[in-house]
């Protein structure tokens, strides 16, 4: 059975010592027991927050790892060095990745297979710009991000991912997907995974929404059968809010 899960992406937000407080805050929450509550913090904040993680339902992530194993590459994070701190997600693929450091579906999947190899977890980022909604390729543009960056993996690695759709235009633009548009797109983003995996491997792939989700229309968002819980920026700030929509299964 794939599981529900929330997921707070911080982006550069939050000093170490205001980060350590939010984890804090987060973890003397009361979080409902159907749901997988993940932390992605900045690089520097992971070993901190490693520590201030109380909360049997609340797991640690990073944001994005190298491309490369390890070795000279001044400013570059591996996936090993993630894996130290005790984080067990990596978000790959962020539209702000993709936007503004030019992340290709063929670095990703070298990024991918690296955050496999480490035993991590990827919550794999894809989505639509606006210009490509407008036009109507959303589809095919979510089923190229897929097929480009993960189709290679065996069945058995496919099994490990965590997807999100985060459409573009609704990333930090208070535009939220309706409900309708999100199930649709997350239908055919799981038919696209069963006509390469089998329906068994896409029914157990868990699906995120990510796009100015908060707590008032987490719920909503969360009924929908193909929708399998959020990637959570700007709401992921502010432990109520946040919780909150951890709770809106
Ligand atoms: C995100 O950046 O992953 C995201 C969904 O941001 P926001 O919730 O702020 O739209």
């Known amino acids: 059975m794939r599981k529900n899960i929330v997921a707070g992406n911080w982006k ?16 003397g929450k009361t979080i409902a027991n159907n749901v997988t509550v993940i932390l992605c913090t900045p690089f520097i904040h992971l070993s901190e927050v490693s520590k201030a993680i109380t909360n049997k339902s609340v797991f640690l992530g990073a944001q994005n790892c190298a491309d490369k194993v390890s070795g000279a590459y001044t400013g570059e994070v591996s996936a090993e060095m993630i894996k130290s701190t005790g984080a067990t997600y990596v978000i790959l693929g962020h539209s702000e990745r993709r936007a503004y450091y030019h992340e290709t ?48 993996l065996s069945a058995d690695d496919f099994s490990k991912l965590v997807i999100a759709y985060e459409p573009v ?37 868990s699906i995120l929404y990510g796009g100015s989700c908060n707590a008032a229309n987490a719920k909503q968002l969360f009924a929908n059968p193909d929708v399998d819980g ?20």
């Open 105 to 152: 579906n063929n670095l990703l999947a070298e990024k991918t297979k690296l955050v496999l190899a480490n035993g991590l977890t990827p919550i794999f980022c894809i989505g639509e710009v606006l210009e490509e909604r407008e036009s109507g390729k959303h589809f095919e543009i979510v089923k190229k991000q897929l097929t480009e960056s993960l189709f290679e």
């Open 12 to 27: 550069m937000n939050k000093n170490l010592q205001e980060g350590v407080e939010l984890a804090k805050a987060v973890c």
């Open 169 to 205: 235009w609704a990333i930090g633009t208070g535009k939220t997907a309706s409900p309708e548009q999100a199930q649709e797109i997350h239908k055919v983003i799981r038919d696209h995974i069963a006509s390469k995996y089998g329906k068994t491997v896409a029914d157990n792939t």
């Open 230 to 249: 959020g990637l959570i920026g700007g709401a992921s700030l502010k432990a109520d809010d946040f919780i909150t929509i951890a709770n809106s299964f």
